[in-house]
Every structure is written in structure tokens, then in C-alpha cells.
């Protein structure tokens, strides 16, 4: 991951915590999520925010996010 999204992160993050008295995570993962986004996109990867898959024991689950490719050929 390149130091330039590292630092975008850092600086969103800070700016967010400098405007909510919040420290949840649910208000702060924004910036993360951004960052996954950011570098996602340079890999040909998509982020999707809870996404559901299935268990080798066929079990459902929601994961709170998940980098899927984007390449045709790599599609269900």
C-alpha cells in the first residue's frame, strides 16, 4: 500500500476526530473504509461493506467489509 493513501487516511482520520467528540468506531471507520476504497481501486478491487458469504460449512455470514476482484473472469 503506497505511503500517499497511508497518508490521506491519517489526515481524514485526524480531521474526523478533530470534529466529533466521538470516538466509536462506527463514526471513525469512515476513514478507513475510504482508505480500502482508495487502494482497492488501484488493485482492480472493489470494497463491499457487509458482505455476505457462505462457509465452507455452509454457514452464513456478514462480514463488515470485503475486497472482491472486479475482473470478469474472476466472477461467480
Given at each position: 500500500?503506497?505511503?500517499q493513501?497511508?497518508?490521506e487516511y ?7 476526530r ?15 473504509k ?15 461493506a457487509?458482505?455476505?458469504?457462505i ?22
Open positions: 500500500m503506497s505511503k493513501y497511508i497518508n491519517r489526515t481524514d482520520f485526524d480531521r474526523l478533530a470534529y466529533t467528540v466521538s470516538r466509536r468506531e462506527s463514526v471513525l471507520r469512515e476513514a478507513f475510504d482508505l480500502l476504497k482508495r487502494w482497492g481501486k488501484s488493485q482492480d478491487l472493489l470494497l463491499v457487509e458482505h455476505d458469504m462457509t465452507p460449512m455452509k454457514t452464513r455470514i456478514s462480514v463488515d467489509g470485503a475486497l472482491l476482484q472486479t475482473s470478469p473472469l474472476c466472477r461467480p
